[in-house]
T-cell receptor
Framework: AQSVTQPDIHITVSEGASLELRCNYS??????LFWYVQSPGQGLQLLLK??????LVQGIKGFEAEFKRSQSSFNLRKPSVHWSDAAEYFCAVGFMEYGNKLVFGAGTILRVKS | EPEVTQTPSHQVTQMGQEVILRCVPI?????FYWYRQILGQKVEFLVS????????KSEIFDDQFSVERPDGSNFTLKIRSTKLEDSAMYFC??????????FGPGTRLLVL
């Protein structure tokens, strides 16, 4: 079955420091890849998406992610974290062969210390 | 910017009662979804809906669940006889072409 792994449950970074959140998926077919962010009590906001083409994609709020097919990874990065980035981040993957449903990772909670 | 909206934001119900969760998808979207997130667990796909019928459903989406698009704007999830384990955050999502999916703020359902 398709699965998505976010190996880090919690990450704490200092404000202004760089950030990388890891995401790996289990299936080898061409995936659609997404990162969503969820602030406490809020819904899931789409940060960025990858369908095809350039493997480095830019998103909102200064985030970017890079698709590496050889590693089945889609890591999220930000060069300088702001306190307002503290939230939970979810990687989600869709597989064309399996319809449009998304498979989510368990999420990574980001804490930002000043 | 258009958004998916969901009502109510919170719902408390007694075990065995029926609940209806409501969603208004983004207006020009054609694909509609329900997901749920049990506290502390992953977001899980429940069902997708396109062209007035279910296009895919998960194992979770058993006979207790149903979806409907009663008019041109609403998309509902009904749980016929709620169980304790149905307590979760339920997210509605919509999409123009299948992906990406835009999520609503969720309805937190608590079954007592």
């Amino acid at each position: 079955a398709q699965s998505v792994t976010q190996p880090d449950i919690h990450i704490t970074v200092s404000e202004g420091a760089s950030l990388e959140l890891r995401c790996n998926y289990s299936y080898g077919a061409t995936p659609y890849l997404f990162w969503y962010v969820q602030s406490p009590g809020q819904g899931l906001q789409l940060l960025l998406k990858y369908f095809s083409g350039d493997t480095l994609v830019q998103g909102i709020k200064g985030f970017e992610a890079e698709f590496k097919r050889s590693q089945s990874s889609f890591n999220l990065r930000k060069p300088s974290v702001h306190w307002s980035d503290a939230a939970e981040y979810f990687c989600a993957v869709g597989f064309m062969e399996y319809g449009n449903k998304l498979v989510f990772g368990a999420g990574t909670i980001l804490r930002v210390k000043s | 910017e258009p958004e998916v909206t969901q009502t109510p934001s919170h719902q408390v119900t007694q075990m065995g009662q029926e609940v209806i969760l409501r969603c208004v998808p983004i207006s020009n979207h054609l694909y509609f979804y329900w997901y749920r997130q049990i506290l502390g667990q992953k977001v899980e796909f429940l069902v997708s809906f396109y062209n007035n019928e279910i296009s895919e459903k998960s194992e979770i989406f058993d006979d207790q669940f149903s979806v409907e698009r009663p008019d041109g704007s609403n998309f509902t999830l009904k749980i016929r006889s709620t169980k304790l384990e149905d307590s979760a955050m339920y997210f509605c999502a919509s999409s123009e072409g299948g992906v990406p999916q835009y999520f609503g703020p969720g309805t937190r359902l608590l079954v007592l």
